[in-house]
């Protein structure tokens, strides 16, 4: 079966993005890929809109979770038009886990930037930063009965904490991780032997090449059954032939131009292509 995603649309205002945007779910139709398109309200400000998986996820069971965001224009975001868009397509909720009620202590965890997830061991990895509050996060994973892994990196002069997805990408048969953000080595040996632990290869980045998101590819199957690894143009650029050999193990890679949404938005396909996990 054809695996399904969910992708906001970027607001008409911006024709260039509108336009990239539209070739991309284009030619993610085209390999047989599931794209069930949100519209944006336009009282959505910023350019983090496009990335639906900060404010909600799904898992296992279409249980749908819903997260408390840090910044009042990203939580003006959230929108249960999605409801809608997946009962039209056949896709009931089953329940909602809904964290938002912590913003009001100021306490923020955003969604699967922040939480990765390894959904066949039932692991999830944290760094901890101000928008991914430890104690909300321990209480995720109590609530969807994960275990946590929990670290701590640093990016460039110390004051910058990158997002927990920037560091690791969890795919069906193979992970891609920058380890050396990790600068703890007891942390760093807890986090690879975890990894290491889900039987998947584990390909490893270089700090260029997140910055280049050679880390946000998306592995996925078609609607024949056939196996795909979406990659940006700006990440496939910097993969070395080494790691571009391993990745093809796992599907054909598709090399998708999305330069304009990338320069617009800071990141590139895995962080808008939401997955709806049946």
């Known amino acids: 079966m054809a695996e399904k995603f969910l ?12 336009d990239e945007f539209e070739t991309v779910v284009s030619k993610l139709k085209h390999i047989g890929l599931q794209i069930l398109v949100m519209p944006v309200s336009d009282v959505v400000k910023g350019n983090q809109y496009l990335c639906s998986r900060d404010w909600i996820s799904f898992d296992v069971g279409k249980v749908a979770t819903v997260y408390p965001m840090s910044l009042l224009e990203r939580q003006r975001e959230r929108n249960d038009m999605v409801f809608e868009i997946l009962e039209q397509d056949g896709y009931e909720v089953s329940d909602v886990i809904d964290f938002t009620d912590a913003e009001t202590e100021g306490v923020f965890l955003e969604g699967l930037s922040s939480v ?12 901890v930063s101000s928008v991914c509050d430890l104690d909300l996060f321990i209480e995720f994973c109590e609530e969807l009965e994960y275990t946590p892994i929990i670290f701590n990196e640093e990016f460039s002069n110390k004051n910058e904490v990158l997002k927990t997805s920037k560091i690791i990408t969890i795919c069906k048969d193979f992970i891609l991780v920058c380890s050396t953000f990790i600068e ?29 998101f050679a880390n946000d590819v998306v592995q996925c199957v078609g609607k024949d059954g056939d196996a795909f690894v979406l990659v940006s143009k700006t990440a496939f650029a910097v993969l070395k032939d ?17 330069t304009t949404i990338e320069k617009f ?11 709806i996990v049946e």
Do not use: F, W
């Open 7 to 18: 992708m906001v649309a970027p607001l008409t205002a911006t024709a260039e993005l509108k």
């Open 116 to 127: 990765v997830l390894d959904r066949n061991a039932k692991v999830a990895y944290l760094s």
């Open 184 to 212: 703890n080595k007891k942390e760093r040996k807890l986090v690879l032997t975890q990894l290491k632990k889900s039987g998947r290869e584990i390909i490893y980045l270089d700090k260029n090449q997140i910055e280049s």
């Open 242 to 258: 080494d790691q571009k050999e391993k990745i093809k193990k796992y599907g054909a890679i598709k090399v998708i131009d999305c």
């Open 265 to 275: 938005a800071n990141h590139s396909l895995g962080a808008m292509m939401n997955k």
